[in-house]
Protein backbone atom coordinates (compact mmCIF):
# COMPACT_ATOMS: atom_id res chain seq x y z
CA UNK A 1 0.00 0.00 0.00
CA UNK A 2 2.87 2.20 -0.93
CA UNK A 3 1.63 5.88 -0.91
CA UNK A 4 -1.44 5.24 0.64
CA UNK A 5 -3.08 6.32 3.96
CA UNK A 6 -5.74 4.26 6.04
CA UNK A 7 -7.80 6.73 7.50
CA UNK A 8 -10.42 5.48 10.43
CA UNK A 9 -13.28 6.76 10.05
CA UNK A 10 -14.62 7.44 14.19
CA UNK A 11 -18.26 8.22 12.63
CA UNK A 12 -18.41 4.53 11.48
CA UNK A 13 -22.76 4.58 11.72
CA UNK A 14 -21.71 7.62 8.42
CA UNK A 15 -20.72 4.38 6.27
CA UNK A 16 -22.79 2.24 7.93
CA UNK A 17 -20.09 0.14 9.67
CA UNK A 18 -21.27 1.08 13.28
CA UNK A 19 -23.01 -2.00 13.72
CA UNK A 20 -20.84 -4.71 12.03
CA UNK A 21 -18.23 -7.09 13.40
CA UNK A 22 -15.03 -5.98 14.29
CA UNK A 23 -12.53 -5.45 11.32
CA UNK A 24 -8.54 -5.30 11.14
CA UNK A 25 -6.95 -2.37 12.53
CA UNK A 26 -4.32 -0.87 10.46
CA UNK A 27 -0.97 -1.51 11.70
CA UNK A 28 -2.10 -3.04 14.90
CA UNK A 29 -0.64 -6.92 14.13
CA UNK A 30 -3.67 -8.77 14.26
CA UNK A 31 -5.93 -6.52 16.52
CA UNK A 32 -9.50 -5.50 15.83
CA UNK A 33 -11.27 -2.28 16.07
CA UNK A 34 -15.04 -2.27 16.45
CA UNK A 35 -17.32 -0.56 14.37
CA UNK A 36 -14.57 1.88 12.72
CA UNK A 37 -14.67 1.79 8.82
CA UNK A 38 -11.44 2.32 7.11
CA UNK A 39 -10.88 4.46 3.65
CA UNK A 40 -8.01 4.31 1.36
CA UNK A 41 -6.92 7.37 0.45
CA UNK A 42 -4.00 9.05 -1.41
CA UNK A 43 -1.35 10.45 0.87
CA UNK A 44 -0.58 13.94 0.64
CA UNK A 45 1.52 14.71 -2.87
CA UNK A 46 4.60 16.84 -1.57
CA UNK A 47 5.94 15.92 -4.56
CA UNK A 48 3.28 17.76 -6.52
CA UNK A 49 3.90 19.31 -9.48
CA UNK A 50 4.25 23.91 -9.95
CA UNK A 51 0.98 24.98 -11.57
CA UNK A 52 1.25 27.50 -13.75
CA UNK A 53 -1.67 30.32 -13.85
CA UNK A 54 -2.09 33.70 -14.94
CA UNK A 55 -4.66 36.56 -13.69
CA UNK A 56 -6.07 39.13 -15.49
CA UNK A 57 -5.10 42.74 -14.26
CA UNK A 58 -6.87 45.38 -13.68
CA UNK A 59 -6.16 47.06 -17.02
CA UNK A 60 -7.83 45.97 -20.51
CA UNK A 61 -5.53 43.11 -21.61
CA UNK A 62 -2.79 42.96 -18.90
CA UNK A 63 -2.25 39.51 -17.22
CA UNK A 64 -0.16 38.24 -15.23
CA UNK A 65 1.63 34.55 -15.21
CA UNK A 66 2.92 33.06 -11.60
CA UNK A 67 3.78 30.14 -10.70
CA UNK A 68 2.01 27.76 -7.12
CA UNK A 69 3.68 24.93 -4.90
CA UNK A 70 1.58 24.04 -2.32
CA UNK A 71 2.67 22.76 1.21
CA UNK A 72 3.20 19.51 2.20
CA UNK A 73 0.45 19.02 4.41
CA UNK A 74 2.25 16.42 6.34
CA UNK A 75 4.81 19.07 7.81
CA UNK A 76 2.74 21.79 7.85
CA UNK A 77 0.07 23.68 9.89
CA UNK A 78 -3.55 23.83 8.35
CA UNK A 79 -3.12 27.44 7.53
CA UNK A 80 -0.02 27.23 5.25
CA UNK A 81 -1.43 27.05 1.65
CA UNK A 82 1.87 27.08 0.06
CA UNK A 83 4.75 28.93 -2.19
CA UNK A 84 3.62 31.62 -5.02
CA UNK A 85 6.67 32.97 -7.34
CA UNK A 86 5.03 35.12 -10.01
CA UNK A 87 6.09 38.22 -12.66
CA UNK A 88 5.98 41.98 -11.39
CA UNK A 89 5.81 44.97 -13.26
CA UNK A 90 9.75 46.09 -14.76
CA UNK A 91 10.50 42.51 -15.24
CA UNK A 92 10.74 41.61 -11.55
CA UNK A 93 9.98 38.57 -10.13
CA UNK A 94 7.78 38.15 -6.42
CA UNK A 95 7.79 35.76 -4.04
CA UNK A 96 4.92 35.09 -1.88
CA UNK A 97 3.67 32.97 1.04
CA UNK A 98 0.51 31.82 0.09
CA UNK A 99 -1.73 31.36 3.96
CA UNK A 100 -5.24 30.18 4.13
CA UNK A 101 -5.93 32.40 7.21
CA UNK A 102 -5.25 36.17 6.76
CA UNK A 103 -3.45 38.63 8.43
CA UNK A 104 -4.46 42.36 8.89
CA UNK A 105 -3.53 43.82 5.27
CA UNK A 106 -1.14 46.33 7.19
CA UNK A 107 0.36 43.71 8.87
CA UNK A 108 4.71 43.63 8.63
CA UNK A 109 4.74 39.67 9.48
CA UNK A 110 8.23 38.45 10.25
CA UNK A 111 9.18 35.43 7.61
CA UNK A 112 11.77 32.86 8.51
CA UNK A 113 13.02 30.80 5.52
CA UNK A 114 15.23 27.77 6.32
CA UNK A 115 17.01 26.07 3.37
CA UNK A 116 20.09 23.65 2.73
CA UNK A 117 21.90 26.61 2.37
CA UNK A 118 21.00 28.26 6.32
CA UNK A 119 18.03 30.08 7.80
CA UNK A 120 17.06 33.93 6.66
CA UNK A 121 14.34 36.18 8.11
CA UNK A 122 12.51 39.23 6.35
CA UNK A 123 9.99 41.38 6.93
CA UNK A 124 7.05 40.93 4.55
CA UNK A 125 4.07 42.70 3.58
CA UNK A 126 0.67 41.72 2.89
CA UNK A 127 -0.72 41.13 -0.50
CA UNK A 128 -3.83 39.65 -1.79
CA UNK A 129 -6.75 40.65 0.98
CA UNK A 130 -3.74 39.79 3.22
CA UNK A 131 -4.11 35.88 2.49
CA UNK A 132 -0.47 36.43 0.74
CA UNK A 133 2.69 37.58 2.80
CA UNK A 134 4.78 39.59 -0.09
CA UNK A 135 8.66 38.71 0.51
CA UNK A 136 11.56 41.27 -0.72
CA UNK A 137 12.79 41.82 -4.17
CA UNK A 138 16.10 39.88 -2.39
CA UNK A 139 14.20 36.24 -1.95
CA UNK A 140 13.79 36.22 -5.43
CA UNK A 141 17.39 36.21 -6.06
CA UNK A 142 16.68 33.18 -4.00
CA UNK A 143 13.96 31.25 -6.53
CA UNK A 144 16.25 32.28 -9.71
CA UNK A 145 19.40 30.76 -8.14
CA UNK A 146 20.07 28.42 -5.16
CA UNK A 147 16.45 27.34 -4.71
CA UNK A 148 17.06 25.83 -8.11
CA UNK A 149 18.86 22.93 -6.28
CA UNK A 150 17.23 23.04 -2.77
CA UNK A 151 14.93 19.76 -1.92
CA UNK A 152 12.82 22.03 0.38
CA UNK A 153 12.29 25.14 1.99
CA UNK A 154 10.79 25.80 5.78
CA UNK A 155 8.86 28.87 6.35
CA UNK A 156 7.77 30.39 10.04
CA UNK A 157 5.06 33.21 9.09
CA UNK A 158 5.19 35.27 12.70
CA UNK A 159 2.76 38.15 13.40
CA UNK A 160 1.94 39.24 16.65
CA UNK A 161 1.16 36.42 18.91
CA UNK A 162 0.64 34.33 15.55
CA UNK A 163 2.78 31.91 14.24
CA UNK A 164 2.24 29.26 10.79
CA UNK A 165 4.70 26.94 9.44
CA UNK A 166 4.93 25.01 6.43
CA UNK A 167 7.18 23.00 4.23
CA UNK A 168 7.00 23.58 0.49
CA UNK A 169 9.35 20.95 -1.81
CA UNK A 170 11.09 22.49 -4.36
CA UNK A 171 11.64 19.75 -6.61
CA UNK A 172 10.87 20.77 -10.23
CA UNK A 173 11.46 24.20 -9.50
CA UNK A 174 13.90 24.91 -12.02
CA UNK A 175 11.61 24.69 -14.77
CA UNK A 176 8.83 25.94 -13.95
CA UNK A 177 11.05 29.34 -12.94
CA UNK A 178 11.84 29.20 -16.36
CA UNK A 179 8.72 28.60 -17.88
CA UNK A 180 7.40 31.35 -15.87
CA UNK A 181 10.37 33.54 -17.32
CA UNK A 182 8.90 32.76 -20.86
CA UNK A 183 5.39 33.72 -20.53
CA UNK A 184 6.42 37.33 -18.26
CA UNK A 185 5.97 39.34 -20.83
CA UNK A 186 3.00 37.71 -22.90
Not at 62 to 75: C, G, L, N, R, V
Amino acid sequence: MSGLLLIPLLAGSFIGTADRAAVPCPGSAGAFCRGAGVVEVAAPASTSIWKFTRTQGAKYGESFAAIMKTADTTQSDPDFAGLIVRCAPKGKVDVLVALIRPFPPRSRPKVTIAASSGTLTFEGSMAAAGAAVLLPDEVSAFAAGKWQTTASLSVVVREGDSEIKGMVALNGLREAYHSLLANCGQ
